[in-house]
């Protein structure tokens, strides 16, 4: 069977990086960005130091890879100057919200936390679920039970608050990833900013969760002056938070994955395309990063075989087995081996495979997108200040 090494070999061949430090390739066009000392699932276990700085504060910024911002640096002076202190960190594989949220809120891999995608097949019931909606899928202690760093913190006595929307407070998302802390809720920018900096007049660790950044890629994307402008509103928020905190505070800024815009010219619909539609159940996850499920009896490799052919050099196209083995997804739980699928294909440049089966139209026409190995997608920053 083809090893982790070979598999980052062949994504290095597509511009991709493999979803470990160790392995990943970053190409020397991307020179001005040091390589990956970590991932974000450390963020909380290995740069939160609360023995060194009682008080810390975690900005999260969906969608803020470390590329993005490089390439629109000038936007961000605040953020910029916290390049120095800082590193840069690989997303977790997919590269996507609910899979890198978990990562983050647990410091365990996507699969053993089971949240493997945006939307994910369950394999007791059958049905395709929504991480983030979670709308299909059971209880989300049951979905995920690993214990969340913020419980492990608050049971040893630390002041955890987190700061967000108030539909986010009992969110299945939330419950899944993110439980054990004191919720605050915030809906502005900078009112998030200032509840965090409140939070923080007593020692503790706060975390800010802010994504209309993502949202205007998603939309607008990521090259547009629409995402420039969110860009300098998160850069104006955070020189107000490292205005405000209590000195002493050590202040992160890191992101859950960046983005990529899509080239249109290179997009399949796997629900009317034959060779793709041939012997597949159902397709989950997202248009850069999907779990093909086989039918019933359906010959797996067969399937992963005409995937590849259909798309060539635009997808790292693996059988299941192959991508646990070269450990694409993390450390495995053998309970969420299931929820994986039969065919796993990482889009390579900016190519896309949608489903319009289960996809709305509108989904399928963002722009700006993510959850793949490309270098914008994988790559995020992490910002270090002392307040």
Wanted: one cysteine or more.
């Amino acid at each position: 069977m083809t090893t982790a090494r070979e598999f980052a070999a062949r994504a290095a061949e597509l511009a991709m990086v493999w979803p470990e430090p160790a392995l990943a390739t970053v190409r020397a066009g991307t020179s001005s960005v040091a390589p990956a000392s970590g991932k974000v699932s450390d963020v909380l276990t290995r740069y939160v130091d609360v023995e060194n700085f009682p008080r810390t504060c975690v900005v999260l910024v969906d969608g803020l890879g470390r590329l993005n911002l490089d390439e629109r640096i000038g936007h961000a002076p605040t953020l910029r100057s916290g390049i120095a202190d800082g590193a840069s960190l690989l997303a977790p594989y997919p590269s996507t919200t609910s899979a890198s949220i978990a990562s983050f809120g647990t410091g365990c891999a996507p699969a053993s936390t089971g949240m493997l995608g945006y939307t994910v097949r369950d394999p007791d019931s059958g049905v395709l679920g929504n991480l983030v909606q979670w709308t299909g899928l059971p209880d989300p202690l049951t979905w995920q039970p690993r214990p969340t760093v913020f419980e492990t913190l608050s049971a040893s006595g630390i002041r955890v608050t987190s700061v967000g929307p108030e539909r986010f407070r009992d969110s299945g998302m939330t419950r899944a990833s993110l439980r054990g802390s004191t919720y605050l809720s915030a809906e502005h920018w900078y009112d998030r900013i200032d509840a965090a900096a409140g939070a923080l007049r007593q020692p503790g660790l706060a975390y800010v969760y802010w994504g209309d950044l993502d949202k205007a890629g998603h939309h607008h994307g990521w090259q547009s002056a629409k995402w420039c402008d969110e860009l300098e509103k998160v850069d104006a928020g955070i020189r107000r938070l490292i205005a405000a905190v209590p000195r002493g505070t050590q202040i992160l800024v890191t992101a859950d994955h960046g983005m990529i815009d899509v080239d249109r010219s290179h997009r399949w619909d796997a629900a009317t395309d034959a060779m793709l539609a041939a012997d597949v159940a159902m397709t989950a996850g997202e248009p850069r990063a999907l779990h093909v499920h086989a039918a019933p009896g359906a010959d797996g490799q067969a399937i992963a075989d005409r995937w590849r052919d259909v798309l060539g050099d635009n997808a790292l196209v693996l059988g299941r087995d192959e991508a646990v083995a070269a450990g694409l997804f993390g450390e495995l739980d053998e309970a969420m081996l299931p929820r994986i699928g039969d065919v796993v294909v990482a889009m390579a440049g900016r190519a896309t495979v949608v489903d319009s089966r289960t996809q709305s139209p509108a989904s399928m026409e963002m722009i700006g997108v993510h959850g793949s190995l490309t270098e914008f997608e994988m790559m995020v920053p992490l910002l270090r200040w002392e307040g």
